[in-house]
């Protein structure tokens, strides 16, 4: 007898539940709950985003924006008279001490179906926008489109806010990738002043290593890590840029047999760039990663 009303509150229960899931007659309005689901259902964008998704909006305007990107023509990295349909996505944001604000975004070329082409050798392009309030209204003072090609998978990495010298704002950005066991780890360094926004730093090395391709047959493995920092310059505009690195290295002769052990050795190094004018070149030191 228990199992019979086991079973029938059961039937009941999944009849409830079928009642609810049905859609209302039309012309009826949605209840209060489907509409609540609806709003659910729509991706939740986080504040950052949502703020620099409205700095974007007031460059491109309302109508290429989604939820967290725009869909807008955007000029080749080198042929800058070719413009193709991009998938712009905000990065990074930075409130200058003058109070205008900075935007860092990505793109990705779209497709014919509207998709963004990310494969795992297409690099991220990299943009940047300069813009203040007047009125209560976002203006562009500066628009740097695509111009330069970061990364992997359609993407580049972590943006970092620094200065540069004295009253010289700027961004960092890490940038690399993995392929096939073998990884590494760039920097760019870019100038909020430098009118054409250009890589001051030319992809300089910051760590590789090749862990996840070293087997037995491998007669050369290496891990190598790199930190860096600013330091003045006396009577310089620009600070140093400096890296320092530390790691190891295993080798044995490529004529060895397998069954030979690799030699290991640690391994530390630090290499000192100076702003020339036009971009940071090596004056001291030596950069000891690997290239992969």
Request: glycine share 10%; aromatic share 8%.
């Amino acid at each position: 007898m228990a199992n019979k009303w086991v079973m029938f509150g059961a039937a009941l229960m999944l009849a409830a539940c079928s009642k609810k899931a049905q859609p209302p007659a039309l012309g009826e309005p949605a209840s209060a709950s489907a509409t609540a689901v609806a709003v659910e259902a729509k991706q939740v964008v986080d504040p950052k985003t949502a703020r620099m998704m409205e700095l974007l909006r007031a460059v491109y305007g309302d109508k290429a924006a989604h939820e967290n990107y725009l869909d807008v023509e955007l000029p080749d990295v080198e042929k800058r008279d070719e413009l193709s349909l991009y998938r712009l996505e905000p990065v990074a944001m930075r409130e200058l001490p003058d109070g205008r604000v900075v935007v860092v975004a990505n793109a990705q070329m779209v497709d014919t179906n509207g998709e963004a082409m990310a494969y795992h050798v297409t690099t991220g392009l990299l943009s940047a926008y300069i813009l203040h309030k007047e009125a209560g209204q976002w203006k562009t003072d500066a628009r740097h489109e695509n111009v330069a090609s970061l990364g992997s998978s359609g993407t580049f990495g972590e943006v970092e806010w620094v200065t540069l010298g004295e009253g010289k704002p700027g961004f960092i950005v890490q940038h690399g990738g993995i392929w096939q066991g073998y990884s590494i780890n760039l920097i760019s360094v870019f100038d909020l002043a430098d009118g054409t926004l250009h890589d001051l730093a030319g992809d300089l090395s910051l760590s590789s290593e090749n862990e996840g391709a070293c087997g037995e047959e491998t007669s050369h493995c290496w891990s190598v890590d790199g930190k860096w920092k600013f330091e003045k310059r006396e009577g310089a505009p620009y600070d140093d840029l400096v890296l320092h690195f530390t790691g190891y290295d295993e080798e044995r002769a490529e004529s060895a047999p397998e069954t030979e052990s690799r030699k290991r050795k640690d391994v530390s190094g630090m290499a000192r760039y100076k702003f020339d004018g036009g971009r940071y070149v090596l004056v001291e030191g030596e950069n000891i990663v690997p290239g992969v």
